[in-house]
């Protein structure tokens, strides 16, 4: 018998009802959304060797926004862009060398409001066939997988917190061997790691 699909099972679990997200969900002082700037992000899923991966990047820590934090390949919706899919494709294209004809678009997700002022669409990607990343120069320090089980499970996310702009915030956050992934990284995949009960 062949083991789960557990790129499809997400796919499915993406297009099930479920709240909508934000980086205040566990924070009480929220300011009014108002003008908020449309981005996209990938969930670029493959299958290496029997076990379902997905794609993150360690964001360069010389950058001025969120320096050395794991994140999904994305950006802004840019003016040319056919919407979130195209703008989620075009990053990954720019950020890790990732095809956009080697991306199947599996769907997408509600979207996530970040403290920074954007409005981030989740989409979902089958990559289809190997390919070699090639990290941004100026952005990307690292790119690498990590099991879609160990981000998929819920009860592994745990909730921290750091003194930001103030005041103390809180967080999701999914530790995964050198890798702290937190944020809106963190509350995107555990959105989706919700929806797959």
Same mark, same amino acid.
Request: some cysteine; hydrophobic content about 45%; glycine content about 12%.
């Given at each position: 018998?062949?083991?789960?699909?557990?790129?499809?099972?997400?796919?499915?679990?993406?297009?099930?009802? !479920? /709240?909508?997200?934000? @980086? &205040? %969900?566990?924070?009480?002082?929220?300011?009014? #959304?108002?003008?908020? *700037?449309?981005?996209?992000?990938?969930? /670029?899923?493959?299958?290496? !060797?029997?076990?379902?991966?997905?794609?993150? =990047?360690?964001?360069?820590?010389?950058?001025?926004?969120?320096?050395?934090?794991?994140?999904?390949?994305?950006?802004?919706? @840019?003016? !040319? %862009?056919?919407?979130?899919?195209?703008?989620?494709?075009?990053?990954?294209?720019?950020?890790?060398?990732?095809?956009?004809?080697?991306?199947?678009?599996?769907?997408?997700?509600?979207? $996530?409001?970040?403290?920074?002022?954007?409005?981030?669409?989740? +989409?979902?990607? *089958?990559? =289809?066939? #190997?390919?070699?990343? +090639?990290?941004?120069?100026?952005? +990307?320090?690292?790119?690498? =997988?990590?099991?879609?089980? #160990? +981000?998929? %499970?819920? !009860?592994?996310?745990?909730?921290?917190?750091?003194?930001?702009?103030?005041?103390?915030?809180?967080?999701?956050?999914? /530790? $995964?061997?050198? &890798?702290?992934?937190?944020? #809106? =990284?963190?509350?995107?995949?555990?959105?989706?790691? @919700?929806?797959?009960?």
């Amino acid at each position: 018998m062949a083991p789960p699909d557990l790129i499809a099972q997400a796919a499915a679990a993406a297009g099930r009802q !479920g /709240p909508p997200t934000s @980086d &205040y %969900d566990l924070n009480p002082s929220r300011p009014a #959304a108002a003008g908020l *700037r449309a981005a996209a992000v990938l969930l /670029p899923m493959i299958e290496i !060797g029997g076990t379902a991966q997905i794609y993150l =990047t360690k964001r360069a820590s010389h950058l001025k926004s969120h320096p050395g934090q794991i994140a999904l390949p994305g950006g802004k919706v @840019d003016a !040319g %862009d056919a919407g979130p899919e195209a703008a989620a494709l075009r990053e990954a294209s720019e950020e890790i060398g990732l095809p956009a004809g080697n991306v199947r678009i599996l769907g997408r997700m509600a979207a $996530h409001e970040t403290v920074t002022g954007f409005s981030v669409t989740p +989409v979902l990607g *089958r990559v =289809t066939a #190997a390919f070699l990343p +090639v990290p941004e120069a100026g952005e +990307v320090e690292e790119v690498f =997988t990590v099991p879609l089980s #160990a +981000v998929l %499970d819920s !009860g592994r996310y745990r909730i921290e917190g750091r003194f930001w702009r103030g005041e103390w915030r809180r967080y999701y956050c999914v /530790p $995964h061997g050198p &890798y702290y992934i937190w944020g #809106a =990284t963190a509350r995107i995949l555990k959105a989706l790691a @919700d929806r797959m009960g």
